[in-house]
């Protein structure tokens, strides 16, 4: 399996990269939105299957990421489901330590201390995307807006998103907090800082918005809500 394969390549490590390693994910993995993420006093096991899921989803991302250049939107409904990034020493094991996977030749070097691996999140990273449709623009807006800019949504999605971060026991409670712990960039950037609040849950969220109803909305609201024709333009001189 491939958590099995992540797990010989982290055992093979020599013990200076072994504790810098750990360390970087003791540091990260409580900042991450992720509730299967390992928490309290978790195994050098549990630690290898979430990073070998964890490389899986940023190779899918490069993948996502080329795609929507090269042949347009992939998906509509993939993201990042995390804060931070795996280490590149573990993203390199599912990249050169997977013979089969189309990205390492045979002779390919691997790091000096990591053996040969079977497979890894490479080969996962290939799967098909789920079929999707662009959300819109008022279910897009919903989803990233704090509380405090509801003015900027019409009344019945502004209603929404004011009791949602108000309400204990709403659905959508924990994706609006008004209070949440903030990562400071190291460099003193703020608009580096990460705001450490939970990923959306697309299906809840639509749940909420199928019951506002589109007559809830005035014509001119409702045509800001529809989606339009993409026109491209080109100069000829």
């Not at 958590?3 to 993995?29: E, F, K, P, T």
Request: proline letters at 11%.
């Amino acid at each position: 399996a491939a958590a099995d394969a992540m797990l010989l390549h982290m055992q093979a490590m020599g013990a200076d990269d072994a504790a810098i390693h750990r360390a970087y994910y003791a540091r990260v993995l409580p900042l991450q939105a992720d509730e299967s993420a390992p928490s309290g006093e978790y195994s050098l096991e549990d630690l290898a299957e979430y990073i070998t899921s964890w490389c899986y989803e940023l190779l899918r991302g490069v993948r996502w990421s080329l795609e929507y250049y090269l042949l347009g939107v992939p998906s509509w409904r993939w993201f990042f489901p995390r804060h931070h990034a795996p280490l590149l020493v573990d993203v390199a094991a599912s990249l050169l330590l997977a013979p089969g996977c189309g990205r390492a030749s045979p002779s390919a070097r691997a790091p000096p201390h990591s053996p040969r691996l079977p497979h890894l999140a490479a080969d996962l990273a290939r799967g098909p995307w789920e079929s999707s449709r662009p959300h819109r623009p008022l279910e897009q807006l919903l989803s990233v807006l704090p509380p405090a800019s509801a003015s900027l949504l019409p009344k019945p999605y502004a209603d929404l998103l004011v009791t949602a971060s108000a309400d204990e026991a709403h659905p959508l409670r924990r994706y609006f907090p008004t209070d949440y712990p903030i990562e400071k960039d190291p460099k003193n950037r703020p608009w580096r800082d990460v705001a450490l609040i939970p990923f959306i849950d697309e299906a809840k969220l639509m749940a909420e918005v199928r019951a506002i109803g589109a007559d809830a909305l005035s014509a001119a609201e409702r045509e800001r809500n529809s989606t339009g024709t993409a026109l491209a333009f080109a100069f000829d001189p």
